[in-house]
Nanobody, 126 residues
Framework: QVQLVESGGGLVYAGGSLRLSCTAT????????MGWFRQAPGKEREFVGY????????YYADSVKGRFTISRDNAKNTGYLQMNSLKPEDTAVYYC???????????????????WGQGTQVTVSS
């Protein structure tokens, strides 16, 4: 059974930082590309970022570029989303996602990911 378990969410003041983790079991993590998405209340799920299987390439949404960093440790079957300079508009439930077949060209399409975490709440207070 495939599981992606996220951790690290919480409440932080604007300008602060959080690091989310996503640990995978039941799949060959190093053979999966990984994406991060978020969903704010009343809004659609939106793409945050993507990392290739090796971790060698990353892509980000314009709204988080320069503030968020995605990384992964395949030896630990874990991906990370480091979030700095957080803003109130970053408040959302954050999800990690993985798939064997999602390439960089389709990185922002949530439908291309078969495996999802349960989500973790990030709240940024002003």
């Amino acid at each position: 059974q495939v599981q992606l378990v996220e951790s690290g969410g919480g409440l932080v003041y604007a300008g602060g930082s959080l690091r989310l983790s996503c640990t995978a079991t039941g799949l060959s993590f190093s053979n999966c590309a990984m994406g991060w998405f978020r969903q704010a209340p009343g809004k659609e799920r939106e793409f945050v970022g993507y990392v290739t299987r090796s971790g060698g390439l990353t892509y980000y949404a314009d709204s988080v570029k320069g503030r968020f960093t995605i990384s992964r440790d395949n030896a630990k079957n874990t991906g990370y989303l480091q979030m700095n300079s957080l803003k109130p508009e970053d408040t959302a439930v954050y999800y990690c996602a993985a798939d064997y077949n999602v390439g960089a060209m389709r990185r922002s399409d949530a439908k291309k990911y078969n495996y999802w975490g349960q989500g973790t709440q990030v709240t940024v207070s002003s």
